[in-house]
């Protein structure tokens, strides 16, 4: 809740087994709009994690063997608290994360869904039974591992942190949650306070929270700590790959989804409302700071003109500016280092030749809308992840060369193609090195109960749903001998 004389969000500490604990180091979570403190959050390090986790550790024997339904009921609980408090975490996604209205409008209703589909979950078979050659009862089944980490991103606080753990935790694991340093209340201590609403025991939920200059040392406690057993990362790819090659050193399950330069195909025969909506729906969304930003507009070279004709106006009508202010759709980036990767990747395309068709304009935290056209692979904005609201326009002759230029990177999370032939954009679809590919429709796209992630350096795992399972339980094979099989007389 926000206190009305100082404007600052009250944070009641770090809820660890259940309790909210103080802290006497605190860190400025700041409003990246405006530049003013959102709050003070308590800056933690090895030692609080190493609590958290030794709660969550002590809660898994109860809340493991909990009837699933039990599991289940408290998880749709969650959801109704939560619609009940939607309007709070947009104030907080607007303020803390710098997010237009319409998207925190959009993730809190999402995450409701992510807690309903984790209960539904339960519902579904866990395991199999197999063929015997001893007429056994033979079993495949799934078994809850234990304490799981999640360390979730500050972009979609509310979206990522839930699927990060809601589905591992319905299953009957137990959860510590390091949430962005960026979003610690959205993307974290808020769902602390909706779970102890919901009545979710002690210890099976906690979260901790630390300054950037204490990540390092949590996150290693979170991965190498003998009691976790299983971690989910969604982030960057050069921490994913630290997380991953961590968590393999100490032969741990780990889920990591990481970032994208995803394309959007327009064919000669696309409807050119629908491909230039989501030309800029998926390029602009959220500032482009998504994982499955639009980041490379590919269009056939028949109708470049007409698109960039038509992206460019409708591109050219989205306000920049303060997201306390609804009008405004792209707010802020993140923090300063975002802002400089951005800028750096615009001067360094246009000083190699790019031209910008519209935008450009870097100031304090605020990117205008930016579409570049004339770019070439020598370029940074070409090769690297943007995560800003810049948009690389490129024509194409044929679809061979269209996919050749989507595959032209080390990620492979998702893409989108537009066209009035579906058959050609599924045979298309299966030559795209993505882990998602969506046809007449933008490289945006989630739902809870899917399989969520990408391919290359894109990510390991799968998000979501049933797929969730696979990731954060263990398959144990169980068998019941109705003495049919025979042992050597000798023995």
Request: hydrophobic letters at 40%; charged letters at 25%; aromatic letters at 8%.
């Amino acid at each position: 809740m926000l206190d009305k004389a100082t404007g600052i969000q009250a944070i009641k500490g770090m809820y660890i087994g259940g309790e909210w604990i103080p802290s006497t180091r605190t860190f400025a979570d700041i409003n990246p709009s405006t530049g003013a403190v959102y709050a003070q959050v308590p800056d933690g390090g090895r030692a609080e994690a190493r609590a958290a986790i030794d709660a969550a550790h002590a809660a898994f024997p109860a809340w493991s063997e909990l009837m699933f339904q039990e599991r289940a009921h408290l998880m749709l609980k969650c959801a109704d608290i939560w619609e009940k408090r939607a309007p709070d975490f947009v104030a907080a996604a607007q303020a803390e994360g710098g997010g237009w209205f319409g998207k925190g409008m959009f993730e809190a209703g999402y995450v409701a869904e992510v807690f309903r589909a984790a209960a539904g979950v339960l519902y579904g078979a866990i395991g199999e039974v197999l063929p015997s050659e001893h007429g056994k009862i033979s079993t495949a089944t799934r078994f809850p591992m234990g304490v799981v980490a999640v360390i979730s991103p500050w972009n979609m606080p509310g979206i990522l942190t839930s699927r990060g753990f809601a589905f591992p935790m319905a299953a009957g694991n137990t959860i510590v949650l390091k949430p962005s340093e960026d979003t610690p209340y959205a993307g974290g201590l808020f769902f602390a306070e909706i779970l102890e609403e919901a009545g979710v025991p002690k210890g099976v939920f906690n979260v901790v929270t630390c300054a950037r200059e204490n990540v390092q040392d949590m996150g290693d406690e979170l991965i190498e700590n003998p009691k976790v057993k299983g971690i989910s990362f969604t982030g960057s790819t050069p921490v994913g790959r630290q997380i991953a090659a961590k968590a393999g050193a100490h032969l741990k399950k780990c889920c990591v989804e990481l970032g994208g330069k995803d394309s959007l195909i327009v064919l000669e025969d696309a409807d050119m409302e629908r491909a230039t909506s989501s030309a800029s729906f998926g390029a602009f969304m959220h500032q482009g700071q998504i994982c499955m930003s639009v980041e490379k507009i590919l269009v056939h070279e028949s109708i470049y003109d007409e698109f960039m004709e038509k992206f460019v106006a409708r591109a050219a009508k989205l306000k920049t500016g303060d997201t306390a202010d609804k009008g405004n759709v792209i707010g802020p980036l993140i923090n300063e280092r975002q802002v400089d990767r951005v800028r750096s990747q615009i001067e360094d395309a246009l000083a190699k030749g790019a031209t910008a068709v519209l935008g450009g304009k870097v100031w304090d935290r605020f990117v205008e809308p930016t579409i570049l056209t004339n770019v070439t692979a020598d370029m940074d904005v070409w090769r690297d992840e943007t995560f800003g609201p810049v948009a690389v326009v490129v024509p194409f002759k044929t679809d061979e060369e269209a996919i050749a230029l989507n595959n032209d990177t080390e990620y492979g999370l998702s893409a989108g193609i537009i066209t009035a032939d579906e058959h050609r954009a599924l045979d298309m679809s299966r030559k795209l090195e993505t882990g998602m590919c969506h046809v007449n429709c933008s490289s945006i796209n989630d739902e809870p109960h899917v399989p969520f992630g990408g391919s290359k350096a894109s990510g390991l795992g799968r998000h979501g749903g049933k797929w969730s399972l696979e990731t954060f339980t263990e398959t144990r094979w169980i068998t019941l001998d109705r003495g049919h099989r025979p042992y050597p007389p000798v023995f």
